[in-house]
């Protein structure tokens, strides 16, 4: 059901271009996931993502069990029928989010009880409940309950494995649904030991894909970076990587370099919102008065409906008068950015020019912080 | 360049179907148009509008003059360009919002002095100048400046009509472009002295159409339809009507039995932001807990995008979660809900059958208020 094919691999890098295979269709390797974490990418319609490209969701589970409950979605015939995508869907554990609520939460090695950030009232997941809660959201691939800590202490850091192990293969017990591909997630914060341990434990439980969390959480891009290079060559070549929460552009580019298959963010649409365009170079400030009297396109190279159709002048406009067509039309054009790059990086794998690619983009490539991370 | 025709009409009621040329395009009326304030119609994509069926888009002169600038719009190619929509576009005057602006507006009989709603600045409208912005925005179908008086004070309305009358020959003066059909607007209240004196006065100047102000501004129904009445043996038959900023469905069909031809109202784009749902039976407001677990189609019998693609208990769940895509779907449908209506009651007039349609539409309908209008 879940078969991985790779179908070209740069030898010098690791980037590799596969197919996972799932019940709602291929997914073509590598590949980022907007991500819909009510139940619809904000601004975007699934006809809109379908035209964009996307064949792969993510979901989150911690704000779908509290609104409008993962049972009412089963009843309505799980999160695709719902939401109106037929294309494969990835689901959070909810740890995640849970562990962001910092003061609302408490933790024990049998799970976690929280305050809900909508209402105030109390909720308890552990290993047992989140997958309980995906199989009623019916995603394609579904992801253990894991702790996600601080990235750079390494004492908890290694506390805390234990637990994340121990939950990972809870996880796997409680696990029944033979249409949901469950991942198992690497911790380890920014440490090679905690780490390499962490990837040796999960990948002797033999999960059909392995995710990489805790990065992209206040740590350096080159701490990311040589967390990557050390998991490379652990994790088992014939599986799935899927790097959690990281969208932005030279991470992606670096992220494929090192042997990653699997991305998603809420940063295009954030930025979105924000009034910015993701473009080659960096971010566009799109309320900027330079743009004022532009009759140019966002990305006069870009194909999209937005690069298509309007000017900045037009799109400043909208963002100035906090228009929706402005959040929709930036949306539209930062999802596309993203999956077009990595899909120029899949295909520069079949040609072998991924290494060049990579490094002509970075090359020309402002980094782009990502906001921090919102509930 | 803007030859009207009339296609059919139903003796009885005095309903007419007819083609209004322009340059860009053919407008099939009776037509409703949807409002796009700020170059926008808000939520939705040109393209969105085009699959709705739209022939008409209305656009509010006050909001860009100062916003971003009518100049500025006649630079970057006029309005149809600006926004991305090539079929017909009909501005207002902008005094409509200016008179709206109460206190912060001051009239003399040679124009009407304001301060802006966005940064209190201070601006001065004249019939030549409302003209000329106009002309810069290039709409196909442009309006007299004219005030809309409180309805009910007979003699003030009297004394207003005066204004009224030189700034609609003012306006006609100053009119040079061949390529924009200049309307008159008839106003006089509620008082059918003053609606004949105003059509018999706007009708000696010949405009190739006339719009009736001055309603759905307070009045009752009764009122409304009254002057309807009043007004439709008096316009030429042979000329396109227009009323101004009506919406609800059963102004929509009283007003085609009425011999109205144009309906412009951000009526079903403001009911969708605010969780409102229009239906042949009224409204239904989609955060009702009653919709919760409904897997029905916000209308079974609809055949919109939003009801081909999604359930009630999926719209409520956007509405509670006061996501974009709850504003996108609402409008599509509720602005797809007027057109389709309209249209109908245009197929009615060359099948013969508009007085029954209209009978069985009313009888089932309980009336929408529309929501009192903000700037």
């Given at each position: 059901m879940f078969e991985f094919e790779?179908?070209?691999?740069?030898e010098r890098s690791g980037a590799r271009a596969g197919k996972l295979h799932t019940p709602h269709g291929i997914i073509h390797t590598p590949i980022f996931a907007p991500v819909g974490?009510?139940?619809?990418?904000?601004?975007?319609r699934p006809s809109d993502l379908r035209e964009l490209g996307s064949e792969l969701l993510l979901s989150n589970t911690y704000h779908l069990y509290l609104r409008p409950g993962d049972r009412l979605i089963r009843d309505l015939g799980g999160l695709h029928s719902f939401m109106g995508w037929d294309r494969p869907i990835l689901t959070d554990s909810g740890g995640f989010q849970v562990f962001s609520l910092s003061k609302r939460r408490k933790l024990d090695d049998d799970g976690v009880t929280f305050r809900s950030h909508l209402d105030g009232s109390s909720h308890r997941f552990t290993p047992e409940k989140c997958i309980e809660i995906q199989e009623n959201l019916g995603a394609d691939i579904i992801m253990v309950l894991d702790e996600c800590p601080p990235p750079d202490d390494h004492d908890y850091v290694r506390e805390s494995l234990a637990r994340t192990h121990s939950w990972a293969e809870r996880c796997l017990v409680r696990h029944k649904t033979s249409d949901q591909a469950l991942f198992g997630i690497v911790q380890g914060g920014i440490f090679p030991d905690l780490r390499e341990a962490s990837a040796k434990y999960l990948t002797a439980l033999d999960f059909p894909g392995y995710a990489i969390g805790?990065?992209?959480?206040?740590?350096?891009k080159k701490d990311m970076y040589a967390t990557l290079d050390v998991l490379d060559p652990l994790l088992p070549q014939s599986k799935p990587r899927y790097l959690m929460g990281v969208g932005a552009a030279d991470d992606l580019v670096n992220g494929v370099l090192r042997g990653i298959d699997i991305f998603d963010c809420v940063l295009p649409t954030r930025l979105a919102r924000h009034g910015a365009a993701m473009v080659t170079g960096g971010r566009l400030n799109?309320?900027?008065?330079?743009?004022?009297?532009?009759?140019?396109?966002?990305?006069?190279n870009c194909t999209c409906y937005t690069c298509s159709h309007f000017s900045r002048a037009y799109i400043r406009h909208l963002v100035k008068a906090n228009e929706i067509l402005g959040h929709i039309l930036l949306s539209m054009h930062n999802v596309h950015f993203l999956i077009d790059l990595v899909r120029k990086l899949r295909s520069a794998v079949f040609t072998g020019d991924v290494g060049h690619f990579a490094e002509k983009f970075l090359q020309n490539y402002e980094r782009i912080e990502p906001d921090s991370i919102l509930l």
């Open positions: 790779i179908e070209a691999m740069d974490t009510q139940a619809t990418v904000k601004a975007l805790g990065l992209s959480v206040g740590e350096s799109m309320s900027n008065g330079q743009f004022a009297h532009d009759p140019e396109p966002i990305d006069p």
